[in-house]
């Protein structure tokens, strides 16, 4: 398997010497148990592996046993650089991080250098853990979905590919034969994380609006929803904070998102309606039913897929800087995306084949904020290929 640049960073923290707990947190799919294997081989460390991914519930006693067969290994090895235990899916086990927070600080009394890498697909759930019981003792390196430039470098791919089947590199050797890529998406990734990392690690009153919700998401992605006019189309009687609550549920599964609307106000981007986003095509290719070949040949349709995959990008680059990703729309007038980076801000278009050449939304967005940067990406603009390839820190700049 391809090596991610994100291997050598692992590597380099687990290095250093004991002070965090190192948390690798992401969706499934993307990566994580295979580079806890690469770091496995190249960290130089005796390791004792486990995962809480099985048939078979665990329980915080499980945790306690992993815990001590680590630290025995790491004694019997006499080693002097410490050892590494890894914990995967470790937020399937109730109550997980009180017992890791108990076992850290112990071992920290102790002296012990045993150092601690932990995985979880649902990020959305690690964060609650963390941040109720471990504060001040974890770093959390994202893992997203695979880049146009891993997916080309791993498995030779063109940007069309990219656009159409997204970033899951589990599902890339099957692309082929698209039914079976197609059934592999719904069921071992699409079910898999709705059932096992929404629904069955949280409280969801109404599994089936959800599920609906997601559909329409990926249907609708890269476009304005209001939240009453999704409640319309889910036919449903339920509440806009219902709506909103699943969104964020979607979200922390690496699955959909709704972006904010750029207001420079706090209390109206919160309260505007949502832009819709996949967080990778794969998904919203997989629910339009088109093969490849149609949906390239569908104008509409590829214009839409081209915008989601260039906010799926800035989405998963934004997670690991402190940028917050954005649209703005007023009355007939549209900014497809906005970054915003402390007092720098920079307005994105994305040019497909449905867009008319003018484009007065960058104009008087351009005029009402103060923006450091308007890029207008595809037609005429920075191609989609070289935008891609590019550093997102360097858009602000």
Not at 54 to 70: F, M, N, S, V
Not at 220 to 241: F, P, V
Not at 294 to 323: I, K, Q, T
Request: aromatic share 10%.
């Amino acid at each position: 398997m391809y090596k991610r640049p994100l291997l050598q960073h692992v590597l380099h923290r687990l290095a250093e010497p004991r002070r965090f707990i190192q948390v690798l947190a992401g969706p499934r799919q993307t990566g994580k148990t295979t580079l806890a294997r690469q770091a496995m081989e190249a960290a130089g460390l005796p390791v004792h592996y486990a995962s809480a991914d099985e048939p078979a519930p665990k329980d915080r006693p499980w945790i306690e046993q992993q815990w001590e067969a680590a630290r025995l290994y790491m004694r019997s090895q006499a080693s002097s650089s410490g050892g590494l235990l890894i914990l995967d899916e470790i937020q399937k086990i109730s109550g997980w991080s009180e017992t890791v927070k108990r076992l850290w600080d112990n071992d920290t009394a102790a002296d012990s250098d045993l150092r601690v890498l932990l995985l979880g697909s649902s990020p959305l759930l690690l964060q609650r853990g963390l941040a109720d019981s471990l504060a001040g003792r974890f770093e959390i390196l994202p893992v997203t979905h695979w880049s146009f430039t891993e997916m080309r470098e791993a498995f030779g791919w063109n940007l069309e590919q990219y656009v159409y089947f997204g970033g899951y590199p589990g599902a890339a050797p099957l692309i082929h034969d698209q039914h079976r890529w197609a059934r592999y998406v719904l069921d071992s990734l699409i079910e898999t994380s709705v059932s096992r990392d929404i629904l069955l690690m949280t409280r969801v009153d109404k599994p089936a609006l959800l599920r609906r919700l997601f559909e329409l998401g990926c249907s609708y992605s890269g476009r304005i929803l209001s939240y009453q006019k999704m409640l319309g189309q889910l036919q449903d009687a339920g509440n806009t904070t219902t709506l909103a609550h699943y969104l964020d549920l979607l979200k922390g599964a690496g699955l959909l998102t709704g972006l904010p609307k750029y207001s420079g106000q706090v209390v109206r981007q919160r309260a505007s309606s949502p832009k819709l986003l996949v967080m990778n095509t794969a998904l919203m290719s997989v629910f339009s039913a088109r093969t490849f070949e149609e949906a390239r040949s569908d104008p509409e349709f590829w214009g839409h897929l081209v915008e989601s995959a260039v906010g799926a990008h800035l989405v998963r680059e934004s997670m690991s800087l402190p940028v917050d990703v954005f649209y703005w729309t007023e009355r007939n007038l549209e900014v497809d995306f906005v970054l915003r980076r402390g007092p720098h801000l920079a307005a994105l278009e994305v040019k497909s084949c449905r867009r008319k050449d003018a484009l007065p939304g960058l104009a008087v967005f351009g005029d009402r904020f103060p923006v450091t940067r308007s890029l207008l990406v595809g037609g005429d603009g920075i191609a989609l290929e070289d935008f891609f390839t590019t550093p997102l820190r360097t858009l602000l700049e």
